[in-house]
């Protein structure tokens, strides 16, 4: 493995939480289109969803999106202004602390959610 | 002290893939990496095969993958890698042929394809086409380039990608691109424009970390990305 630092990190990362969202795009797609078919199996599909694994596997999706959104913000910077490269390793370090002050609340209204019910 | 040297060897007429091999060597704090493959080479087996020039930090022969980072050898220091077990590998992305020795034809072809040489299609004026140390400012740092492929090769589009020019190429469209005196920017176009070109950088960093010349190789290309963007070129 090449020993990169802050930067390669924030790569592999955005492209792996990229790569995983388009996947569920698609499983999500899939799933409201199955409402063509009727209520019946709409319903049926929905219903099998209740289980906590889905609820978990949502919970990681939502994970990957809030750090694909904040590193995508800083690659807006790094590509848009002339000061936002030479700050790439802070805005790295800025998108984490975010991503906790974000992340607890969501993460504690999902679980929250998944386990106990209620919207 | 005692370090040990491990290094990714691959004969071509003998092995089917690269295998690792380990030296005991004596070396001085003070002693290059360059200095312990010279030892091997010289003290213990003659087979194997690296390129060196300079030795100074200059020519950009030797630049290998050092501890799992790209470092020209004879610019790293037994001393600054902490460590008494030292790993050295050929840089990714380019085909060995032997030991630590990469074809650096297809870096070479990405260098050419972006035109490296000024480019007026002016009269020249009778004397030398002036420019003001501020113009010759913004096009400094590219001129630090050694061609030592050490970005290139750290770059994991790079290894993947098979079009990418790679950083250096660009880096070193920068400096032409930048330059007061040159009118070449249409011309270079076709090369960095297209799907190999500047675009397929994601920043990664690993250019920037891997220069051993301090070149901010990403902060270049993305003033050349802006430069295609925003139809300075």
Same mark, same amino acid.
């Given at each position: 493995m090449?020993?990169g630092?802050?930067?390669?990190?924030?790569?592999?990362?955005h492209r792996?939480s990229?790569i995983?969202i388009?996947l569920f795009?698609?499983?999500h797609?899939?799933?409201?289109?199955?409402?063509m078919f009727?209520p019946k199996?709409f319903n049926?599909l929905?219903?099998f969803?209740e289980?906590?694994i889905f609820g978990?596997?949502?919970?990681?999706?939502?994970?990957l999106?809030?750090?694909?959104?904040l590193?995508g913000?800083r690659?807006i910077?790094?590509?848009f202004t002339?000061?936002?490269v030479k700050?790439q390793r802070q805005?790295?370090?800025?998108?984490?602390v975010?991503?906790v002050?974000?992340?607890?609340p969501?993460?504690?209204?999902?679980?929250k959610?998944?386990?106990?019910g209620g919207? | 002290?005692?370090?040990?040297l491990k290094i990714l060897?691959?004969?071509?007429?003998?092995d089917a893939?690269?295998?690792?091999e380990?030296y005991?060597l004596?070396?001085?704090?003070?002693?290059?990496v360059?200095?312990l493959l010279?030892?091997v080479?010289?003290e213990?087996d $003659?087979?194997l095969?690296f390129r060196?020039?300079c030795?100074?930090?200059?020519?950009?022969?030797?630049?290998?993958?050092?501890?799992g980072?790209?470092?020209l050898?004879?610019k790293?220091?037994?001393?600054?890698? $902490?460590?008494?077990?030292i790993?050295?590998?050929p840089?990714?992305?380019?085909?060995?042929?032997?030991d630590?020795v990469?074809?650096?034809?297809p870096?070479?072809?990405?260098?050419?394809a972006?035109?490296?040489w000024?480019?007026?299609?002016?009269?020249?004026?009778?004397?030398?086409?002036?420019?003001s140390?501020?113009?010759?400012a913004v096009?400094?740092?590219g001129?630090?380039?050694?061609l030592?492929?050490?970005?290139t090769?750290?770059?994991p589009?790079?290894?993947?990608?098979?079009?990418?020019?790679?950083?250096?190429a660009i880096?070193?469209?920068?400096r032409f691109?930048f330059?007061?005196?040159?009118?070449g920017a249409?011309e270079?176009?076709p090369a960095?424009?297209?799907?190999?070109g $500047?675009?397929?950088?994601?920043t990664a960093?690993?250019c920037?970390?891997a220069?051993p010349?301090?070149?901010?190789v990403?902060?270049?290309?993305?003033?050349v990305?802006?430069a295609?963007?925003?139809?300075?070129?």
């Amino acid at each position: 493995m090449y020993r990169g630092r802050e930067g390669q990190w924030a790569f592999y990362l955005h492209r792996i939480s990229g790569i995983a969202i388009i996947l569920f795009l698609a499983l999500h797609v899939t799933e409201i289109s199955s409402s063509m078919f009727g209520p019946k199996w709409f319903n049926a599909l929905l219903k099998f969803e209740e289980n906590p694994i889905f609820g978990l596997g949502l919970v990681g999706v939502a994970a990957l999106v809030l750090y694909h959104a904040l590193n995508g913000l800083r690659i807006i910077l790094m590509d848009f202004t002339s000061w936002g490269v030479k700050l790439q390793r802070q805005l790295w370090y800025a998108v984490w602390v975010v991503y906790v002050i974000l992340g607890f609340p969501m993460l504690f209204i999902m679980l929250k959610h998944v386990f106990v019910g209620g919207a | 002290m005692q370090v040990t040297l491990k290094i990714l060897r691959y004969n071509p007429e003998k092995d089917a893939r690269p295998h690792w091999e380990s030296y005991r060597l004596e070396a001085e704090p003070m002693d290059r990496v360059l200095d312990l493959l010279h030892q091997v080479k010289w003290e213990q087996d $003659g087979t194997l095969a690296f390129r060196k020039s300079c030795g100074h930090g200059i020519c950009g022969s030797d630049a290998m993958m050092i501890n799992g980072v790209n470092r020209l050898a004879c610019k790293t220091l037994v001393k600054d890698l $902490g460590t008494d077990v030292i790993t050295v590998e050929p840089i990714r992305g380019l085909p060995v042929e032997k030991d630590l020795v990469v074809d650096m034809e297809p870096f070479f072809d990405a260098y050419r394809a972006v035109k490296p040489w000024l480019i007026n299609d002016q009269p020249p004026p009778e004397r030398e086409r002036l420019q003001s140390p501020e113009e010759r400012a913004v096009f400094d740092e590219g001129t630090k380039c050694i061609l030592c492929a050490a970005c290139t090769t750290s770059c994991p589009v790079f290894w993947v990608n098979g079009t990418y020019l790679g950083p250096s190429a660009i880096v070193q469209a920068h400096r032409f691109i930048f330059d007061s005196r040159d009118r070449g920017a249409a011309e270079r176009f076709p090369a960095l424009g297209s799907t190999g070109g $500047g675009w397929r950088c994601r920043t990664a960093y690993n250019c920037t970390e891997a220069c051993p010349r301090e070149i901010p190789v990403t902060q270049l290309i993305e003033e050349v990305k802006r430069a295609i963007m925003f139809g300075q070129m």
